[in-house]
């Protein structure tokens, strides 16, 4: 059955001794908690961060992930991450299509499927997100907005490779404003992406892949968001860069 999944996307944010204080105090509280064996936490730092980060986690209990990574595989890209090079640093995830990027720096659904392609050529897991803008939900397009970005992101993907793959809904209205969509809202999107996957892959690839929920994501709504059945987690953003909000989350299945 697939993965509870609490996964952390700092952004651009901390320096190096901050990060290094976070992932101790993360660290440290992973220890005192017993989590259940299906849950999984993932951390996704900053590229400076990643190799600390890999440090941190081979005695702890989480996993890493990267935020980006180019489409392409090596060679004169100035200022790119290849795949390659995560696979190689040991890196098992990492985060694509996030909205800031489709946002900020252009992507695309035809990007977010080649660096899709990429991460899972070099082994790694992508967590793919999608999610409508709040014109969108206003103007009721969200379902065909999901659908449109799940499609053109991952649908080239075997059955097999779909399973590698992390799906994150992230409605952009809710990221960093405080306004979280309601656990309702949420679960509407989710049970409509795992309908999609059914119809392309069938229902047992469908149940495998971990729908995660992003967007103002907190301690203190994440355990009836999370209570529902297609919500297998959450990507959190502002809450992931303090370790005792983070395992709040954390510990809300
Ligand atoms: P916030 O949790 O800060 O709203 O950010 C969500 C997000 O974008 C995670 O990728």
């Known amino acids: 059955m697939r993965k509870h999944i609490v996964a952390g996307n700092w952004k651009m944010n901390l320096t190096f001794t901050e990060a290094d204080e976070l992932l101790d105090d993360l660290m440290s509280e992973l220890e005192k908690v017993e989590l259940p064996r299906d849950t999984q936490v993932i951390v996704c730092p900053p590229f400076p961060y990643l190799e600390m980060a890999s440090d941190y986690a081979n005695d702890s209990y989480f996993m890493v992930g990267a ?44 990007l977010v499927a080649a660096k899709v392609n990429q991460l899972l050529a070099h082994g790694l897991k992508p967590i793919v997100c999608v999610g409508e803008v709040l014109e969108e939900r206003e103007a009721g397009r969200q379902l065909d907005v999901v659908k449109k970005q799940v ?43 795992r309908s999609l996957l059914a119809a392309k892959y069938g229902q047992a690839v469908a149940d495998e892949v971990s729908i995660l929920y992003g967007g103002s994501c907190k301690p203190s709504n994440a355990k009836e968001l999370f209570a529902k059945p297609d919500i297998d987690g959450g990507l959190i953003g502002g809450a992931s860069l303090k370790a005792e909000d983070f395992m709040g989350i954390v510990q809300s299945f």
């Open 67 to 110: 935020q980006n990574v180019s489409d392409q595989e090596k060679g004169a890209y100035t200022g790119e991450v290849s795949a390659a090079m995560l696979e190689s640093c040991e890196i098992d995830y990492c985060i694509v299509g996030h909205s800031e990027r489709r946002a900020y720096y252009g992507e695309t659904d035809a």
């Open 151 to 193: 499609e053109g992101g991952l649908f080239h993907l075997s059955a097999e490779q779909m399973q590698q793959v992390i799906i994150a809904y992230e409605p952009v209205w809710a990221i960093g404003t405080g306004k979280t969509a309601t656990p309702d809202q949420a679960q509407e999107i989710h049970a409509h992406i």
